[in-house]
């Protein structure tokens, strides 16, 4: 039997942080290790290039230190293809034949464009490429035959999209040559993760990250600096657990879930400090990050190497595309000659 193929990526806007680590990362990995799967991980820069086209140096080295973050977690090229967007040339192809096949008002209904829109306040308009850039994650997806696709949970309407547009296509050229993938989704209450400043999403355009690059010394300011509970001004006041960035890091990082729960009991009858709980959390996400940070700095001693791996898996991953244009090509009736 043919293994399922994944695919999944993300955008060379910045280094990755422990949000990506939490919703995707982590369950890329346990999938690339159980080898079910033949995993393909896509480093998004024609994506990038949606809302940053003015900015190309940002995205040039964002590439690079996504690459070795990917490195640093335990995504093993070995194991995965690991590929750049841009290299793939069917998929401008495939995203302009895709962009027939879904209405203006389809696309402005998409619940994580709209909310992303009003935050980046796009001050000349909207740019068309990002309106649009669903249906180029669609035509990522369906051009590798994707079943499954591991992502943090804003990533849902994507799916749903993708989905469509595979029916759509398959429906208006009388095929079966893609197909609808589903996505994989980590545990419930770690789709996505808040950022240290409350923010509902930590996010790499919104600079509320601890970066999986962050050295031990930037982790501790970055908890200490972290969104508690603005009501818990004396130690001995009773504070709130729902809404603290704190324990909502604790119930996703600390294995011990009887002492999380002690520490909740605690705080909510009034006599555990911030500060407390904040050295506490530094400790359990400092034994998490030590190992990735230490692979990162092995992996970034040799940057040529790291920019041949991109490429060979770019060659590899640009093969299986073809494979999907040629039929796509023919269902639509474009092999003229
Ligand atoms: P940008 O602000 O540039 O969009 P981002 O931080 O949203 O960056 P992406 O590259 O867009 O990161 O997302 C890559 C993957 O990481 C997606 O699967 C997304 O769902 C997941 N992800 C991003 N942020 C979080 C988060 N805070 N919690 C959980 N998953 C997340
Ligand atoms: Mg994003």
Redesign the pocket.
């Known amino acids: 039997m043919s293994k399922e193929i994944y695919l ?7 280094k ?2 422990i ?2 680590y ?4 982590k369950n890329r990995v346990s999938m690339q290790n159980s080898g079910d799967y033949l995993p393909f991980v896509m480093i ?1 820069d024609t ?2 290039f949606t ?2 086209a003015r900015n190309p140096e940002k995205i040039r080295q964002s590439l690079t230190e ?1 690459a070795l973050d990917y490195l640093a977690v335990g995504i093993d090229p070995a194991k995965t293809t690991i590929f750049v967007q841009s290299q793939i040339k069917g998929l401008f192809e495939l995203t302009e034949y895709f962009m027939n096949l879904v209405s203006v008002a389809r696309l402005q209904r998409n619940p994580t464009v709209k909310s ?1 829109i009003k935050q980046k306040g796009f001050d000349e308009g909207i740019p068309a490429g990002f309106l649009t850039y669903p249906v180029s994650q669609a035509a990522d997806i369906a051009i590798f035959r994707a079943t499954k696709v ?6 849902e309407p994507m799916l749903e999209q993708t989905r469509e547009l595979v029916r759509s296509f398959n429906n208006a050229y009388k095929s079966d040559v893609l197909v609808e993938p589903v996505g994989v989704f ?1 545990p419930k209450g ?6 240290l400043d409350g923010n509902a ?6 600079n509320n ?1 601890i970066f999986l690059s962050d050295d031990a010394d930037t982790l501790v300011k970055k908890v200490k600096s972290m969104y508690t509970d603005p009501l818990h001004i004396n130690i001995t006041d009773p504070g709130h657990v729902e809404g603290n960035v704190v324990f909502t890091y604790l119930d996703i990082f600390d294995p011990d879930k009887k002492r999380v729960q002690e520490l909740k009991d605690q705080y909510t009858a009034g006599g555990l400090g911030d500060m407390k709980i904040k050295k506490h959390l530094i400790d359990v996400m400092e034994a998490e990050m030590a190992p990735i940070r230490q692979r990162r700095e092995e992996f970034a001693k040799d940057i040529p190497a790291v920019l041949d791996m991109l490429q060979e898996g770019s060659n590899k991953a640009n093969a299986v595309a073809e494979e999907t244009m040629k039929d796509v090509r023919h269902v639509m009736g474009l092999d003229y000659f």
Do not use: C, F, W, Y
């Open positions: 999944t990526g993300d955008r060379p806007t910045g990755l942080h949000g990506h939490i919703g995707s990362l998004a994506q990038a809302d940053n996504v992303e591991p992502v943090g949970d804003d990533q980590p770690q789709g996505r993760l808040p950022g999403k930590m996010s790499k355009s919104l990250g």
